[in-house]
């Protein structure tokens, strides 16, 4: 029986009192749903039917019972797991389908070991309609009702893709790609109704959940091939590839690539595939291995994926000989190019020729060589006109051969008649079949009695044999051919060595042949020296006093005033050394510059000299002034103190003599002169220097802390001597500046709260007067402990001892706190020279006795030395 038939009796059969709750059949889904952008795994779905229909196959009246089939699970609601199919990737136009064997089977009214109430609802399918609706279907089996007394069994049926329920969708809720619908209504069709008669289309049914996991349509996969319409092929030809890709609906282009030997490119623009196939053809393929491949691009990279040929179609390019006539021509080693060397008669040459086609030039005269064989090339060395070639008519007038030669193959010349062979070997030049040859010749003039030809110059020239004409094959290169060129000598000599700055060297030139005329440039290095010198019987002289300090290497160049036949020629360099003038400096400036100072010491230098040359510096008062001083005593003490031996120096390694001298803080302020004397070498150096005057000034640091006192507003006193001194002091704790203050009247002060911790306080007086010195006080280190407590909060709040409230450290309360000095230390501060005083509570002990005072100013002062450039 049909599935058809089946269906018909079991509404023929079915009966009001057969069910209390609502009927179920299903209607079939399109078994090939056209897909959406995307696919669905792993779906689930809970439904119950109708909870009025299970209960009814449970109760009393069918006696019946419920099983589940395949994987389906629950009791009601039942629930399915793994369904698959596609759907949008924002989850619209979902079709899905569970197992085709998941589902729930119902049987009641039993009649032996079977039930005359037997219905399978299997393979659930939904499809979303729209955004709001959607269509629920089964695959429906049983056996026709045929009442509920006994014995009464009906035939089985079975029927695919039921229609059974409509679905009333709410918006889904999404979690990434995946989306649900929750409980929603159900109501049953009218194909559903003709499953379970009792219940009318539209009747209500148990809501439905179902889950729909949406991932992207994977890209089909793609193939490509390519073939060649030839394997070998000549340069120039050709060949069409054919790329094939399957499958052959898929969309796209095709771009074809070469590999070489020299790389990989593209070959060809994009071409459409029409039915899988692309097709380009190319004549431009390069000699060689040629390796064609084809790669195919889809349209729509979500529909196709993209493909490359995993086999290349390969393609041999044979070079097409082209002939391009060319000659080289080389001195006798057949290695360097001749160029502009000159040549000469009895000199020899090599030509090298390629590109010489050793079957052109058939036809021609026919003697000696006959017309039907090719007639070779002549290669001439002489005299040719500027126009000279026989393919432009120019008359064999134009062209004067001095020595010649006759380019054939072998083959050509064993086939010349043999009376004629011997007067064409004599000249034979062998042409290869690569089109190359080489032939050695030896210069010599022409045959002077023939009329020059017009512009002519000499060189090598070939040209077709014969009589033919052959333009390609019309080929020279000049040459520089000529009477022997004279070569020259030439050597320089200095008449010193070495010398001091601006003393006179001669140098002496020495040009051989000395009969050639020309001139001498004398060069330092790459710099001329002076304008070209005239050579005069073979000599040219400079004297300069121009050489710069250091090793000079002196080069003289000849050039001849006939520079097309004489070559010009350079010395070897000879090194001249000039050495500096000595001078005396001071402190490592010129005198001028310095300004020397009283109680300062200062480097006299003088040089350079000769190492171990030995010197007396002495001081002496400048010409006829007297020493003048601030006192009548200081100046009678400088009359006495020059001339002043500073003391003996010998010359080191350096060329320098160096000796350093203390100048007395009560030295006279004026000018003087400062000498070396050489006492092992006639040397005498002096210079003038200038003594000014200056006073080293010293800064003292005194404050107002005091041992168990307080760190907060402690005054400190910077006191500078001379009383006098103008200028500012910078007052620092720890290095950091916290007040910068003018002297006046001998003092600066500044006040400071004192952190907790070693709190090390310098004042640095900074002069404004040039006649006195910067200095720095010694250093006040004063230690500063703290104690606190904290309310509503940690116990350490306020600890840090500034005084005021702070958090607590390990709560939110808040806490007060005192600071108090503990020690008070003087030390001479970093990088300055004075007296240090340490310790603490011993400290402590002497304050209290009263000796702070005479510590605080004991500091010796730090003089800075200023050097001003006049």
Same mark, same amino acid.
């Given at each position: 029986?049909?599935?058809?038939?089946?269906?018909?009796?079991?509404? +023929?059969?079915?009966?009001?009192?057969?069910?209390?709750?609502?009927?179920?059949?299903?209607?079939?889904?399109? $078994?090939?749903?056209?897909?959406?952008?995307?696919?669905?795994?792993?779906?689930?779905?809970?439904?119950?039917?109708?909870?009025?229909?299970?209960?009814?196959? !449970?109760?009393?009246?069918?006696?019946?019972?419920? !099983?589940?089939?395949?994987?389906?699970?629950?009791?009601?609601?039942?629930?399915?797991?793994?369904?698959?199919?596609?759907?949008?990737?924002?989850?619209?136009?979902?079709?899905?389908?569970?197992?085709?064997?998941?589902?729930?089977?119902?049987?009641?009214?039993?009649?032996?070991?079977?039930?005359?109430?037997?219905?399978?609802?299997?393979?659930?399918?939904?499809?979303?309609?729209?955004?709001?609706?959607?269509?629920?279907?089964?695959?429906?089996?049983?056996?026709?009702?045929?009442?509920?007394?006994?014995?009464?069994?009906?035939?089985?049926?079975?029927?695919?893709?039921?229609?059974?329920?409509?679905?009333?969708?709410?918006?889904?809720?999404?979690?990434?790609?995946?989306?649900?619908?929750?409980?929603?209504?159900?109501?049953?069709?009218?194909?559903?109704?003709?499953?379970?008669?009792?219940?009318?289309?539209?009747?209500?049914?148990?809501?439905?959940?179902?889950?729909?996991?949406?991932?992207?349509?994977?890209?089909?996969? !793609?193939?490509?091939?390519?073939?060649?319409?030839?394997?070998?092929?000549?340069?120039?030809?050709?060949?069409?590839?054919?790329?094939?890709?399957?499958?052959?609906?898929?969309?796209?282009?095709?771009?074809?690539?070469?590999? *070489?030997?020299?790389?990989?490119?593209?070959?060809?623009?994009?071409?459409?595939?029409?039915?899988?196939?692309?097709?380009?053809? &190319?004549?431009?393929?390069?000699?060689?291995?040629?390796?064609?491949?084809?790669?195919?691009?889809?349209?729509?990279?979500?529909?196709?994926?993209?493909?490359?040929?995993?086999?290349?179609?390969?393609?041999?390019?044979?070079?097409?000989?082209?002939?391009?006539?060319?000659?080289?021509?080389? @001195?006798?080693?057949?290695?360097?190019?001749?160029?502009?060397?000159?040549?000469?008669?009895?000199?020899?040459?090599?030509?090298?020729?390629?590109?010489?086609?050793?079957?052109?030039?058939?036809?021609?005269?026919? /003697?000696?060589?006959?017309?039907? @064989?090719?007639?070779?090339?002549?290669?001439?060395?002489?005299?040719?006109?500027?126009?000279?070639?026989?393919?432009?008519?120019?008359?064999?007038?134009?062209?004067?051969?001095?020595?010649?030669? %006759?380019?054939?193959?072998?083959?050509?010349?064993?086939? =010349?008649?043999?009376?004629?062979?011997?007067?064409?070997?004599?000249?034979?030049?062998?042409?290869?079949?690569?089109?190359?040859?080489? %032939?050695?010749?030896?210069?010599?003039?022409?045959?002077?009695?023939?009329?020059?030809?017009?512009?002519?110059?000499?060189?090598?020239?070939?040209?077709? +044999?014969?009589?033919?004409?052959?333009?390609?094959?019309?080929?020279?290169?000049?040459?520089?051919?000529?009477?022997?060129?004279?070569?020259?000598?030439?050597?320089?000599?200095?008449?010193?060595?070495?010398?001091?700055?601006?003393?006179?060297?001669?140098?002496?030139?020495?040009?051989?042949?000395?009969?050639?005329?020309?001139?001498?440039?004398?060069?330092?290095?790459? $710099?001329?020296?002076?304008?070209?010198?005239?050579?005069?019987?073979?000599?040219?002289?400079?004297?300069?006093?121009?050489?710069?300090?250091?090793?000079?290497? =002196?080069?003289?160049?000849?050039?001849?005033?006939?520079?097309?036949?004489?070559?010009?020629?350079?010395?070897?360099?000879? !090194?001249?050394?000039?050495?500096?003038?000595?001078?005396?400096? &001071?402190?490592?400036?010129?005198?001028?510059?310095?300004?020397?100072?009283?109680?300062?010491?200062?480097?006299?230098?003088?040089?350079?000299?000769?190492?171990?040359?030995?010197?007396?510096?002495?001081?002496?008062?400048? #010409?006829? /002034?007297?020493?003048?001083?601030?006192?009548?005593?200081? +100046?009678?003490?400088?009359?006495?103190?020059?001339?002043?031996?500073? #003391?003996?120096?010998?010359?080191?390694?350096?060329? /320098?003599?160096?000796?350093? %001298?203390?100048?007395?803080?009560?030295?006279?302020?004026?000018?003087?002169?400062?000498?070396?004397?050489?006492?092992?070498?006639?040397?005498?150096?002096?210079?003038?220097?200038?003594?000014?005057?200056?006073?080293?000034?010293?800064?003292?640091?005194?404050?107002?802390?005091?041992?168990? #006192?307080?760190?907060?507003?402690?005054?400190?006193?910077?006191? &500078?001597?001379?009383?006098?001194?103008?200028?500012?002091?910078?007052?620092?704790?720890?290095?950091?500046?916290?007040?910068?203050?003018?002297?006046?009247?001998?003092?600066?002060?500044?006040?400071?709260?004192?952190?907790?911790?070693?709190?090390?306080?310098?004042?640095?007086? $900074?002069?404004?007067?040039?006649?006195?010195?910067?200095?720095?006080?010694?250093? @006040?280190? =004063?230690?500063?402990?703290?104690?606190?407590?904290?309310?509503?909060?940690?116990?350490?709040?306020?600890?840090?001892?500034?005084?005021?409230?702070?958090?607590?450290?390990?709560?939110?309360?808040?806490?007060?706190? *005192?600071?108090? &000095?503990? +020690?008070?230390?003087?030390?001479?501060?970093?990088?300055?020279?004075?007296?240090?005083?340490?310790?603490?509570?011993?400290?402590?002990?002497?304050?209290?006795?009263?000796? @702070?005072?005479?510590?605080?100013?004991?500091?010796?002062?730090?003089?800075?030395?200023? =050097?001003?450039?006049?």
């Amino acid at each position: 029986m049909t599935a058809q038939k089946n269906w018909r009796r079991v509404l +023929a059969t079915a009966t009001t009192g057969l069910l209390v709750a609502s009927g179920l059949a299903l209607a079939p889904v399109a $078994a090939n749903a056209a897909p959406g952008d995307g696919v669905v795994a792993d779906a689930t779905l809970s439904w119950g039917v109708k909870s009025s229909f299970r209960n009814y196959i !449970t109760g009393t009246i069918a006696n019946g019972k419920v !099983t589940n089939l395949g994987a389906t699970t629950g009791s009601g609601p039942y629930a399915w797991a793994g369904g698959s199919g596609t759907a949008n990737l924002d989850g619209s136009g979902l079709e899905i389908a569970f197992g085709e064997n998941d589902g729930v089977h119902f049987q009641g009214h039993a009649s032996g070991d079977d039930y005359s109430l037997d219905l399978s609802l299997t393979q659930p399918q939904v499809k979303v309609t729209s955004a709001s609706t959607a269509e629920l279907y089964f695959d429906v089996d049983g056996r026709e009702f045929a009442g509920a007394q006994a014995g009464a069994v009906g035939e089985r049926y079975s029927l695919d893709d039921v229609h059974f329920a409509d679905i009333a969708l709410p918006a889904p809720s999404a979690s990434g790609s995946t989306y649900t619908w929750t409980s929603a209504p159900t109501t049953l069709t009218t194909e559903g109704a003709k499953a379970l008669s009792q219940y009318p289309a539209g009747t209500a049914l148990d809501p439905i959940t179902f889950t729909a996991p949406v991932s992207a349509v994977p890209a089909t996969e !793609t193939t490509t091939s390519i073939a060649a319409s030839a394997s070998k092929v000549t340069q120039g030809d050709s060949v069409e590839f054919t790329a094939t890709v399957a499958p052959a609906e898929a969309a796209g282009s095709v771009t074809f690539t070469n590999r *070489t030997a020299n790389g990989v490119g593209e070959i060809s623009p994009a071409i459409p595939v029409a039915n899988g196939v692309a097709k380009f053809s &190319i004549d431009t393929l390069p000699v060689g291995a040629n390796a064609v491949e084809a790669k195919f691009t889809p349209t729509d990279a979500s529909a196709f994926a993209a493909s490359t040929t995993t086999t290349s179609a390969t393609v041999t390019v044979e070079e097409q000989k082209v002939w391009a006539p060319k000659i080289d021509v080389y @001195l006798e080693d057949g290695v360097t190019p001749v160029g502009d060397t000159r040549v000469s008669a009895g000199d020899k040459l090599v030509v090298k020729g390629q590109g010489f086609d050793p079957e052109a030039n058939v036809g021609g005269r026919g /003697m000696p060589i006959p017309n039907t @064989l090719p007639q070779g090339t002549y290669v001439v060395f002489g005299e040719f006109a500027e126009n000279w070639k026989p393919s432009a008519g120019a008359a064999s007038t134009q062209r004067l051969s001095a020595t010649q030669g %006759w380019v054939l193959t072998e083959d050509t010349l064993n086939a =010349i008649p043999t009376q004629y062979q011997g007067a064409v070997r004599g000249q034979w030049v062998e042409l290869n079949a690569d089109g190359s040859f080489e %032939w050695t010749a030896t210069l010599q003039d022409r045959d002077a009695a023939k009329p020059a030809p017009v512009d002519g110059s000499y060189g090598v020239f070939t040209y077709a +044999a014969g009589g033919v004409t052959n333009a390609a094959q019309e080929q020279e290169v000049r040459l520089n051919y000529g009477a022997p060129i004279v070569k020259t000598s030439t050597t320089l000599q200095a008449d010193v060595e070495s010398v001091r700055a601006g003393a006179e060297v001669t140098l002496t030139a020495d040009v051989t042949p000395a009969d050639q005329a020309g001139t001498v440039q004398f060069s330092n290095g790459s $710099a001329a020296l002076g304008e070209p010198v005239e050579v005069v019987d073979g000599v040219a002289t400079l004297t300069t006093t121009e050489l710069p300090l250091g090793a000079n290497k =002196i080069t003289a160049e000849f050039a001849p005033a006939n520079a097309a036949d004489v070559i010009g020629s350079k010395s070897d360099a000879v !090194t001249v050394t000039v050495a500096a003038q000595p001078a005396i400096t &001071i402190d490592g400036e010129k005198p001028a510059a310095v300004a020397v100072r009283q109680g300062e010491p200062i480097e006299f230098a003088g040089g350079p000299f000769t190492a171990g040359s030995e010197f007396e510096v002495w001081i002496d008062a400048a #010409g006829a /002034m007297q020493p003048v001083s601030l006192s009548s005593v200081a +100046a009678e003490a400088a009359e006495d103190a020059v001339p002043l031996k500073v #003391g003996d120096v010998t010359v080191d390694g350096s060329g /320098m003599a160096a000796i350093t %001298w203390n100048v007395p803080a009560d030295f006279a302020p004026g000018e003087y002169v400062v000498s070396f004397r050489g006492t092992n070498v006639d040397e005498y150096l002096d210079a003038d220097f200038t003594v000014s005057q200056y006073v080293l000034s010293t800064t003292t640091l005194t404050s107002s802390a005091g041992v168990g #006192g307080s760190p907060n507003g402690v005054e400190f006193v910077a006191t &500078i001597a001379p009383e006098t001194a103008t200028g500012e002091v910078t007052f620092t704790n720890n290095g950091v500046a916290f007040a910068t203050v003018p002297v006046a009247n001998g003092t600066a002060s500044a006040t400071a709260d004192l952190a907790v911790g070693s709190n090390e306080i310098v004042a640095t007086f $900074a002069s404004s007067d040039a006649t006195v010195s910067d200095s720095v006080s010694d250093a @006040l280190v =004063i230690t500063v402990t703290g104690s606190g407590s904290g309310a509503g909060g940690a116990a350490d709040g306020g600890a840090d001892g500034s005084g005021s409230a702070g958090a607590g450290a390990n709560g939110g309360g808040t806490g007060a706190g *005192t600071g108090t &000095i503990d +020690a008070v230390v003087t030390k001479p501060a970093a990088g300055a020279k004075g007296l240090a005083s340490t310790g603490g509570a011993d400290f402590a002990g002497l304050l209290a006795g009263g000796a @702070l005072a005479l510590l605080l100013g004991a500091g010796l002062m730090v003089a800075r030395r200023r =050097i001003t450039a006049n």
